[in-house]
Each structure stands twice: as structure tokens, then as C-alpha cells.
């Protein structure tokens, strides 16, 4: 099952009190949120948003079981959270603010395995990706299949290295041109299997212990589901719904999103950008927050040791001035 990452740390630097409202963005099997929903006690809310349903209905059903006592001061929502400021307008008559929000990015390990997404090289299933629920996303929004069938080898290749980093990436899309000559390339399988066989042994040289079609797996992903959009908007509107002194907490898994969210926390606490020649400061621009976290804080051996997927988690918390 999916374990929480980074659970007490995270909790403990939102720095919250019982009454509180805090959001959290990313509800998954609902391990932060039931931890959130302890520290801020009966008076206090805890808005969880996911937007898939299946993520919704299955962290209810465990809270029901595990928690009824919280069930009160959770508020479940199926959104995107890229949308948190309506979200939480919509809550209150006023537009209310919330002393904390924390997002755990990315997918949970039963979202990756299940068929339905073909997310995972080690279940075949139909290349999709789409992780707003399976099956209930637009017709006409772009998916895996899509992108791999019909998008130009220079297109291809350029979202492989930058949302995948693949160093092979020239190589891999040459074996997907080939394979499409012959045929559509319809599955998780049929895909790995192509770019397994371009990359060949260099796929496992130097230390690269992970399958060759890791990387191509999560460009593909990143793009299906807009994710580094989703992700620059919900920090820009999660600050608009955090009150004077609220924090921000963020867990990331990979570097292209601890960047976005490294940026993002390095210019909201820059404040004036007059030029150096400047005797004294004429822009008069103040920093919009304070960087709690100087440097990310990561999991303990403790937790490395009982979950691999916390190895690459970087968690980076702010607080709005
Ligand atoms: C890593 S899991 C969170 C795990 C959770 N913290 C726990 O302890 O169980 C990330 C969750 O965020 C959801 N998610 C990812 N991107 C999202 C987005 N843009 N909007 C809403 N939910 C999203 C996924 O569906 C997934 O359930
Ligand atoms: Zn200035």
C-alpha cells in the first residue's frame, strides 16, 4: 500500500493550532489529512481535495473505518488542485482564508499499477495516462497514445528530454518512427519494449538501475496531464488563499517540479529589484514571503530504509508575510 512520505515533518512545519482550517491538495489515501485532522481538533477543517475519484471515495471508506471521529472536519473535494482558490471560496459565504496548505505531488503506487491509467511498463494496458479518473476525461483531450502516434520525431524528442531528462532520447524516437511505420503503438508493453530495445545495454550502464523506459513513462506522463502547469498555478493561487502568516508545504519526487517549486519560493522572498546603481531603493517592492526551509528537508534513514519512494522527496515550506 501507499505509505505517507514525509509525515511528521510536513505536519510539524505548517505550524497549525487546534480551530485551524488547512488545505491539504493532494488527499491520496488520506495520510497527511487524517494527521492534519488531529492536529487542528474538533473545531478545526481539514480540506482535502484529489482529483480522482477513486482516490476520494477509498480514503473516505479508510477514514470511516479508521477515524469516524474525523469524518466531521474533513471537507473532501474532486477538483484539480490548480483550482484551490474557488475551491476554497466556495466553502464559506465569504471568501475564507486558511492558515496552512500542503500538497504530496505526484501519483500514488496503486494509481501507477492500475491498468486502467497505463501508467506502468509492468502491466499492459492501453497507453492512456489520464489521471483525472480513467475513461472520464474529454474524448478529445490528448493522451499517451496520441502523443506517441502522432507527434513529430523533433516534438517527441524534445519532451523527452525535458520532461523525462532521457539522455537517449534521439535513439528512442527513432525506434518509436520505425515501429509506427509498421503499426499504431497501442500499449504500455509495445511501448517499453521499443525503447528497450533502442537503448539496449547502455539503458542499464553507469549506475541506471531504473527500466529503460522509466524516464519516457514520465515525460509522457507529465505531458497527459498538464502537470507542471497544474503545478505553477496551484502555487500562485494557493498563496491568494493562505492567510498573513499561513505556511505552504511542498513535497516533490523529481527535479523538474522541486525546480518550479525552488523558483517559486526564491522569488516570492526577493524584494527590491531596483538596479545595483541605485542609491536607495525606489521600486519599494517587498518580499511576499519568508522562506522557512532554507534547504529542502528530506526523510530520515528511518523512513529511507521502510520506503523507496521516499528517496528522491524533497519537501520545501514557505510562509506568507
Ligand atoms: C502522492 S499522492 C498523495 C498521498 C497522500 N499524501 C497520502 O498520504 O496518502 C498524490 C495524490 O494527488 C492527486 N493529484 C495529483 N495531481 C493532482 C491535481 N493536479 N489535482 C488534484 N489531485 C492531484 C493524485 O490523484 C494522488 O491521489
Ligand atoms: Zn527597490
Redesign the pocket.
Known sequence: M?K?VLLAESAFQLNLKKGDVVVD????????TIELAKIVGEKGRVIA????AV?IREAKNRIKKEHKEFLDRIIFVK????NIDKIVAGQGTSAIKVKGVLA?????IE?INDPAYGLSFNVDARLNMR?DEAGDSPEDSEDAFDIINSWSADDLERLFRELGEERFSKRIVIAIKEARKEKEIKTTMELANIIEESVGHRGRKGGRKIHPATKVFQALRIQVNSELN?LNVFLENALKVLEKDGRLAIISFHSIEDRIVKNFCKSGTKGCVCPKEFPICKCGKEPKLKLITKKPIIPSDLELKENRRARSAKLRVIQKK
Open positions: 501507499h505517507t491538495a493532494t488527499l491520496g489515501m488520506g495520510g497527511h481535495i484529489d482529483m480522482d482516490a477538483d484539480n488542485f490548480k504530496d505531488l505526484g501519483w500514488r494509481q489521471l497544474n
